[in-house]
């Protein structure tokens, strides 16, 4: 499986995160790490996983997380930094928007 770190603002595959499957990778609290689990639930500072034992809150700030997303070649993983994701999900591609150049922006329209 191919691992790519990426902008989730770039990439507008990612943009809805929830129904994905995810890996706490890095964390502030050390007792998530290596977490895994479904996105079922985001919100400005949270996801909500559901994992085989239960469902857990897990804080975005200072967490690093690998997202598996369906890719042109198959299935890929995505590493994400928590605080690239601190942005109430409705939101997100309204950000997405300011980021992008604005050459882009005219294209689009």
Same mark, same amino acid.
């Given at each position: 499986?191919?691992?790519?770190?990426?902008?989730?603002?770039?990439?507008?595959?990612?943009?809805?995160?929830?129904?994905?499957?995810?890996?706490?990778?890095?964390?502030?609290?050390?007792?998530?790490?290596?977490?895994?689990?479904? *996105? /079922?639930?985001?919100?400005?500072?949270?996801? =909500?996983? #559901?994992? +085989?034992?239960?469902? $857990? &809150?897990?804080?975005? @700030?200072?967490?690093?997380?690998?997202?598996?997303?369906?890719?042109?070649?198959?299935?890929? *993983? /995505?590493?994400?930094?928590?605080?690239?994701? =601190?942005? #109430?999900? +409705?939101?997100?591609? $309204? &950000?997405?928007?300011? @980021?992008?150049?604005?050459?882009?922006?005219?294209?689009?329209?």
């Amino acid at each position: 499986m191919r691992k790519r770190t990426l902008d989730p603002y770039r990439n507008t595959n990612i943009l809805e995160l929830i129904g994905l499957n995810v890996k706490v990778v890095t964390h502030t609290d050390p007792a998530l790490e290596g977490l895994r689990g479904k *996105v /079922v639930d985001e919100t400005m500072n949270m996801f =909500l996983l #559901r994992t +085989e034992e239960k469902d $857990k &809150k897990v804080a975005k @700030k200072g967490a690093e997380f690998e997202f598996t997303v369906d890719g042109q070649k198959g299935p890929m *993983v /995505v590493t994400i930094a928590g605080d690239e994701l =601190l942005v #109430r999900p +409705e939101d997100r591609t $309204k &950000k997405l928007e300011r @980021k992008r150049p604005l050459d882009d922006r005219r294209r689009s329209h």
